[in-house]
């Protein structure tokens, strides 16, 4: 208890400042995958989380420490070559989309990977918590982090509300878009420029592993309890922001537990409640909706059957010649005709 209030009350600031962070990644991670996972581009997302890896470790030699601006620079060139050449092996080779994805996430990683080991043995000793990056640590965000990955975070935020209808237009139909005028190749560069930010953003608290699944678990959890654009946005980020604090906290419980795969788990928490007990169109929902209908359409079958009997003269219809009208029914009928 007294950890919680400690965490909750923040009472130390630097716990203030990882909330806020991890807020404002939820949120913007949260917009972004959404519009994502509604373009059916939820792959592309992992191909980048993996791919800035290299970006990341880049940026590391280049200043010789986790200087913020390097890291993020390096992680935003590696992921937007990733995307870049996801997009040119698809329009210029006969490889499927989801190869050509695969094949992109597990060159970079691995050579990302190779990277973080050429770092580990070269002694210095600004390299330790570089390894957080692989499946993050939120409670290691610092204020001038949060100058940085806030501020981007704010910009994804402001720029998807603005802009709303241009990248509605480009996930449900951007050859209207095309057709009324409006640019769309222009609008799938900003897309993807800040589908990158939001993965740059992510990877310290999240990690390059998970941060897939900071963006698209939330919309897809979201999807079964709207189907309106706005609403599906705000649940998409409520998710994905209670997620974080959630996973943050058992973080800093925990000292040696990473971020990254609690706020996983919190999330998939979220999507299997939601895939049973949504309205509409959670599972239990729809067993028992299903369940009602068919009850009605037995019952009507059954009363046609009993008006038919009238017609022909039958005052009443015996539970026999009901069994016979309904032979693989007879517990159905037996109910209902106690109805």
Same mark, same amino acid.
């Given at each position: 208890?007294?950890?919680?209030?400690?965490?909750?009350?923040?009472?130390?600031?630097?716990?203030?400042?990882?909330?806020?962070?991890?807020?404002?990644?939820?949120?913007?991670?949260?917009?972004?995958?959404?519009?994502?996972?509604?373009?059916?581009?939820?792959?592309?997302?992992?191909?980048?989380?993996?791919?800035?890896?290299?970006?990341?470790?880049?940026?590391?030699?280049?200043?010789?420490? /986790?200087?913020?601006?390097?890291?993020?620079?390096? &992680?935003?060139?590696?992921?937007?070559?990733?995307?870049?050449?996801?997009?040119?092996?698809?329009?210029?080779?006969?490889?499927?989309?989801?190869?050509?994805?695969?094949?992109?996430?597990?060159?970079?990683?691995?050579?990302?990977?190779?990277?973080?080991?050429?770092?580990?043995?070269?002694?210095?000793?600004?390299?330790?918590?570089?390894?957080?990056?692989?499946?993050?640590?939120?409670?290691?965000?610092?204020?001038?982090?949060?100058?940085?990955?806030?501020?981007?975070?704010?910009?994804?935020?402001?720029?998807?509300?603005?802009?709303?209808?241009?990248?509605?237009?480009?996930?449900?139909?951007?050859?209207?878009?095309? &057709?009324?005028?409006?640019?769309?190749?222009?609008?799938?560069?900003?897309?993807?420029?800040?589908?990158?930010?939001?993965?740059?953003?992510?990877?310290?608290?999240?990690?390059?592993?998970?941060? &897939?699944?900071?963006?698209?678990?939330?919309?897809?959890?979201?999807?079964?309890?709207?189907?309106?654009?706005?609403?599906?946005?705000?649940?998409?980020?409520?998710?994905?922001?209670?997620?974080?604090?959630?996973?943050?906290?058992?973080?800093?419980?925990?000292?040696?537990?990473?971020?990254?795969?609690?706020?996983?788990?919190?999330?998939?928490?979220?999507?299997?409640?939601?895939?049973?007990?949504?309205?509409?169109?959670?599972?239990?929902?729809?067993?028992?909706?299903? /369940?009602?209908?068919?009850? /009605?359409?037995?019952?009507?079958?059954?009363?046609?059957?009993?008006?038919?009997?009238?017609?022909?003269?039958?005052?009443?219809?015996?539970?026999?010649?009901?069994?016979?009208?309904?032979?693989?029914?007879?517990? /159905?009928?037996?109910?209902?005709?106690?109805?």
């Amino acid at each position: 208890m007294e950890d919680f209030l400690y965490f909750f009350t923040f009472q130390d600031s630097s716990i203030a400042f990882v909330v806020i962070g991890i807020t404002l990644l939820g949120l913007g991670s949260a917009y972004v995958g959404t519009y994502s996972f509604m373009d059916k581009k939820a792959l592309l997302g992992d191909a980048i989380s993996h791919a800035v890896l290299p970006g990341i470790c880049l940026g590391f030699i280049l200043a010789g420490e /986790k200087d913020p601006i390097f890291i993020v620079g390096g &992680a935003f060139l590696s992921g937007a070559l990733a995307t870049f050449l996801t997009s040119w092996i698809r329009t210029n080779t006969k490889l499927s989309e989801d190869a050509t994805i695969a094949s992109i996430l597990s060159i970079f990683f691995g050579f990302g990977v190779v990277l973080l080991t050429v770092i580990q043995k070269s002694g210095n000793p600004e390299m330790a918590g570089l390894n957080q990056f692989i499946f993050g640590n939120a409670i290691a965000i610092l204020e001038e982090d949060l100058y940085i990955y806030g501020g981007l975070a704010v910009l994804i935020i402001i720029s998807l509300s603005l802009f709303q209808k241009e990248f509605s237009l480009l996930v449900f139909n951007p050859d209207y878009g095309k &057709a009324i005028g409006y640019p769309m190749g222009t609008i799938r560069l900003i897309f993807n420029v800040l589908m990158i930010l939001a993965v740059v953003i992510g990877i310290q608290a999240i990690g390059v592993v998970l941060m &897939a699944a900071l963006l698209i678990t939330p919309g897809a959890a979201a999807r079964f309890w709207t189907d309106r654009l706005h609403k599906l946005l705000l649940i998409a980020g409520l998710f994905s922001v209670i997620s974080g604090i959630i996973g943050t906290y058992i973080s800093f419980v925990l000292p040696q537990m990473p971020t990254g795969p609690w706020v996983v788990v919190c999330l998939s928490l979220h999507a299997l409640i939601s895939f049973l007990f949504a309205p509409k169109k959670g599972v239990l929902f729809r067993s028992i909706s299903r /369940k009602n209908y068919l009850n /009605k359409t037995h019952r009507d079958h059954l009363l046609k059957a009993l008006h038919h009997g009238l017609e022909n003269g039958k005052k009443y219809l015996s539970i026999e010649e009901i069994y016979e009208s309904f032979p693989f029914q007879k517990q /159905k009928a037996n109910s209902q005709s106690m109805i």
